[in-house]
């Protein structure tokens, strides 16, 4: 018997968005082996879990390391799966097979892939799981790499987009997949004692109070603008009272090569004694809370950009390149953005910061209540459950009406 909508009884109909919501089981899946945004969101996730209680969320690497050690402090449950490399097919083989009996234990209502990487290397295992398949795209592929060629073997039922630049280029990878925008969650800056904090770390890298400390915090990845950073610091010789820290250590042996010619470039621009290279550092948040700008004029496009958040909310205004998402990020009362590949156009920027600490503090007190409204660790947990909620639930497969007010 057909079911016909004509004698429903409109009296116990409730909107399709006050049906009850139930708890959803999430599995996390990432690589583990480097440091960076997309690892900094799942750190973020686990600290913040309790802020979705509704969410129980679980997470798989292959790699161990930082993340790893994070994540344990967070207290959440970590499936480890072994190395993985796709030139030996006996150690991907080793960890899909460790990864099809979690999925088999565990039963989750989402299995995330965060980046290609993952969807290549576990997106078929997760699609025979029969379990939702979800690809969070923290960068914008071109769909050409070995990388994304495997991924897109398997389809998602959802992405989701770190920014809507990322969203405009979803179809290189996935055309027709429902897709929509999360910012990537970011921990708000909870350093105490910010004073105190401020001249204990300058003492310890020798910065006298009174200089004006630009610092730069990212991967030592060439589109990372480092050397047009420089560039614009060696135009500003001449100003006395500035110095420069670079945070961030060589993950592989490509950055280990780029690390080097930012030392020499550094030398040869005749800035080398105020620029302090500080390596792999786990106090970030000290550190931004001790300079006075943030400073990464990127020469390629960042997705996203979660350190430009956690430097305005560290109070810090930010000088980057108006391409990509950070045109998402720093409006014009908390920073300044640059053409791309422009060096006097940054110094200029840097400059104008430098002589008027009336403008470092309104851009640093507007860049704290811009982190917050678009980065809340708390809403972003709860636009992620509510999306992958509506995926999962059986009701969207209801008839409408049945939902109508």
Known sequence: MLFDNSVLDRSIVMPAEDYPKRMLKVLHVGSGNLYGGIETVLTTLAKYRNSC?????????????RLTLELATAKVPVYHLGKVKASRPWLLANARKRFRKVLENEKFDAVICHSSWPMAM???????????????????????????????????ELMICNSHYTARHGSNLYPGVASCVIRCPVEPSSVPNRSDVRQSIRRELGAPQEDIVI??????????????????????????????????????????????????????????NRVQLLGQREDVRRLLVAADIFCQPNTGVEPFGVVFIEALAGGLPVVTTAVGGPCEIVSEDCGLLTPPGDAPA?????????????????????GRERARELCAPETSL????????????????????????
């Open 122 to 156: 576990f997106g078929k295992t997760i699609f025979s799981s029969k379990q939702p398949l979800v690809f969070w795209m923290h960068g914008v592929p071109s769909g050409r790499h070995w990388v994304d060629r495997w991924a897109r073997r398997n389809r998602p």
């Open 215 to 272: 610092v730069q915090v990212s991967r030592m990845e060439r589109w990372k603008g480092h050397l047009l950073h420089l560039e614009a610091l060696a135009t500003l010789r001449d100003i006395p009272g500035w110095r420069c820290w670079i945070v961030g250590g060589a993950q592989r042996p490509g950055e280990a090569n780029y690390l080097r010619e930012i030392i020499l470039a550094a030398e040869r621009l005749g800035i080398a």
């Open 382 to 405: 709860h636009e992620l459950y509510d999306r992958l909620w509506s995926m999962t639930s059986p009701v969207k497969r209801l008839p409408k009406v049945l939902f109508q007010s």
């Open 53 to 65: 209680p509704q969410m129980e969320q679980h997470f798989a690497l292959c790699f161990t390391g």
């Open 346 to 366: 940054v110094a200029r920027a840097l400059q104008r910061l430098m002589i008027d600490p009336e403008l470092r503090k309104s851009m640093g007190k507007a």
